[in-house]
């Protein structure tokens, strides 16, 4: 039988705690054998929870106590520093431990960051471990990296990003020799901010990547790389960009359809088509985002998503932990943090 | 009778030239009495378009003979140094000449950016002369400010957009008092890249606007602030995922729409409506971009840009210039060229 893989889902964290992230974990320990899940969080909560459910196999779910419950508005650094008890905390640091070898939170995007830092470790020679979601294209999805907390990279940050995000594609994804590109404000290789220049050629140089050069924001709906490499602050404008314009235009469009006696009569034709079409576009849809270049795995999830969205969080572990990812990832930034030190000397 | 605005249109810039750049000049001359157009280009081409139109005020058309035309393509830099009889160059000497009020091209934007700069010249006091294009948003359009060719800006030419940004849509677009907002990572205080941490608190102090804070880039297509500040980078990124989001969406929605036999049934009664709706968010449908700052006009419309853009264009000079736009920038930018002077010394 296949390795047993171990993954702590935050029972305390999101929206729809502790509903969606307990139904989460039953759901994925009765469709796959290979996956034992941690319910991390206040256990006369999850208890009566789980009493919702009777058939699921529950030598593979345990649950690990704990107290408190970070909340989204707290300052991330003072809330892992002073919950000490807390579903985030106890979660990261059972993958610290190796007693987990991952850990899915649809909580407080900051405190999963700067816990999985702080608490989980950054993996030998990354230099800073990067977020990074999946978003919808025309054709299926792309990698978007960075879009973490941490903002104005240095050009050697983001060949990093470009090595891992290429074997998050390749691995986990599934998508052989992906294409990899930078953002810029034009197609031509003199294009760019102080950044994007500098570090356009090191990507050039970098063995082991299919790097096809810039991509203008516009292309990136379109599907034109698999792996979006970017500098923390503009990935998040592309990231919450494709959430806002993604709502206003559905917006827009349900009084475009509700503006005539006519279209409202075709409304009712389309609706289930267009809702169909709708979803494929949303990036609430696309599971977690890892946050790579860590000693383990942390994805984070919507803090509005549903068991659906967790459960595949889950399943992305277990392909991640099989395809043996973080040890891939150690082999190819392990000679440019050496490259980097000799630099240095 | 009022005074007589005058503006130069690029015969020869954009997809459709010299079709729809004169196309557009008839019928701003023809619609209002207070505006003659020169029109830059080569005379023979110009002439023969002139000729489908009988029934104009020739009076108030002239042509500027321009026998080069800069491509796209072209480096920009060099192609205005080195094709002085080009549209663009002979258009914007006519302004720095001030011999016509405006300049009006869905040419090369590199080359109108640059010439705009250099021929034209900055304004006395303006640091950084931004291109200023207004997209659409859920009730109406926003000024993105700055999406032009020069990135890595400071925090005092942040500061100076947003002055710019608000007295153009106080005066032009005639919004009462605009809400500005820096583009941010995050709604509160201390999130930012060092750029916007620094600019913060700067534009906290700058007086005469209403700054309202940070705005992060799922708020920009609700509509959340009118003058949207940001470092030319991120604008262009803004801007051209806005377009290429809105073409992959509504490619989407016409497979949908066609994906069921009862899908299509409706498409053919909501079309109409659709397209209406869609129309509303096309970013191209807004006129031109201006590029503020300058001792002129200088706007920028969009290459694939029709007539009614570039008559729109025109309009836009009118009341730039009958609301002495120019003259109010250099009244609020002044003070803080003369500060800037006093910390340098």
Same mark, same amino acid.
Do not use: W
């Given at each position: 039988?296949?390795?047993?893989?171990?993954?702590?889902?935050?029972?305390?964290?999101?929206?729809?705690?502790?509903?969606?992230?307990?139904? $989460?974990?039953?759901?994925?320990?009765?469709? @796959?054998?290979?996956?034992?899940?941690?319910?991390?969080?206040?256990?006369?909560?999850?208890?009566?929870?789980?009493?919702? +459910?009777?058939?699921?196999?529950?030598?593979?779910?345990?649950?690990?106590?704990?107290?408190?419950?970070?909340?989204?508005?707290?300052?991330?650094?003072?809330?892992?520093?002073?919950?000490?008890?807390?579903?985030?905390?106890?979660?990261?640091?059972?993958?610290?431990?190796?007693?987990?070898? $991952?850990?899915?939170?649809?909580?407080?995007?900051?405190?999963?960051?700067?816990?999985?830092?702080?608490?989980?470790?950054?993996?030998?020679?990354?230099?800073?471990?990067?977020?990074?979601?999946?978003?919808?294209?025309?054709?299926?999805?792309?990698?978007?990296?960075?879009?973490?907390?941490?903002?104005? %990279? @240095?050009?050697?940050?983001?060949?990093?990003?470009?090595?891992?995000?290429?074997?998050?594609?390749?691995?986990?994804?599934?998508?052989?020799?992906?294409?990899? %590109?930078?953002?810029?404000?034009?197609?031509?290789?003199?294009?760019?901010?102080?950044?994007? *220049?500098?570090?356009?050629?090191?990507?050039?140089?970098?063995?082991?990547?299919?790097?096809?050069?810039?991509?203008?924001? @516009?292309?990136?709906?379109?599907? +034109?790389?698999?792996?979006?490499?970017?500098?923390?602050?503009?990935?998040?404008?592309?990231?919450?960009?494709?959430?806002?314009?993604?709502?206003?235009?559905?917006? *827009?469009?349900?009084?475009? /359809?509700?503006?005539?006696?006519?279209?409202?009569?075709? %409304?009712?034709?389309?609706?289930?088509?267009?809702?169909?079409?709708? *979803?494929?576009?949303?990036?609430?849809? +696309?599971?977690? &985002?890892?946050?790579?270049? /860590?000693?383990?795995?942390?994805?984070?999830?919507?803090?509005? &998503? %549903?068991?659906?969205?967790?459960?595949?969080?889950?399943?992305?572990?277990?392909?991640?932990?099989?395809?043996?990812?973080?040890?891939?990832? &150690?082999?190819?930034?392990?000679?440019?943090? &050496?490259?980097?030190?000799?630099?240095?000397?």
């Amino acid at each position: 039988m296949a390795e047993l893989i171990k993954v702590v889902v935050d029972a305390m964290g999101g929206d729809y705690a502790p509903q969606e992230p307990v139904k $989460a974990a039953v759901d994925a320990i009765k469709e @796959r054998k290979d996956i034992s899940v941690i319910l991390a969080g206040q256990e006369d909560k999850i208890k009566k929870e789980l009493e919702k +459910y009777q058939d699921y196999p529950k030598d593979r779910l345990q649950i690990a106590p704990a107290s408190e419950v970070i909340e989204t508005a707290e300052p991330p650094v003072f809330a892992i520093r002073k919950k000490k008890d807390s579903s985030i905390v106890v979660g990261l640091n059972l993958v610290k431990r190796k007693e987990a070898d $991952a850990f899915v939170s649809s909580g407080s995007t900051g405190a999963v960051l700067v816990g999985g830092q702080v608490l989980v470790g950054r993996a030998k020679g990354v230099e800073r471990p990067p977020l990074a979601p999946l978003i919808p294209t025309m054709d299926g999805v792309s990698l978007l990296i960075d879009c973490g907390a941490n903002v104005d %990279a @240095r050009p050697s940050h983001l060949v990093q990003f470009a090595k891992m995000g290429a074997i998050y594609m390749e691995e986990v994804v599934g998508i052989k020799n992906p294409r990899v %590109a930078i953002v810029n404000n034009g197609a031509e290789e003199e294009k760019g901010n102080a950044l994007v *220049k500098e570090t356009f050629p090191l990507l050039k140089q970098t063995e082991g990547i299919n790097f096809i050069g810039s991509i203008e924001a @516009r292309d990136i709906p379109a599907g +034109y790389a698999d792996v979006i490499v970017c500098e923390a602050f503009v990935g998040n404008v592309i990231l919450k960009l494709y959430e806002g314009l993604g709502t206003a235009l559905i917006k *827009k469009i349900k009084e475009g /359809l509700m503006s005539t006696a006519r279209s409202k009569i075709g %409304a009712l034709l389309v609706k289930p088509a267009l809702k169909e079409t709708m *979803k494929s576009f949303d990036a609430t849809e +696309y599971g977690g &985002a890892p946050l790579l270049g /860590l000693k383990g795995l942390v994805v984070k999830t919507h803090g509005s &998503a %549903a068991a659906v969205e967790i459960k595949n969080a889950i399943f992305q572990c277990v392909q991640f932990k099989q395809q043996k990812v973080n040890e891939k990832i &150690a082999e190819h930034l392990q000679p440019l943090a &050496a490259q980097e030190d000799s630099h240095e000397k």
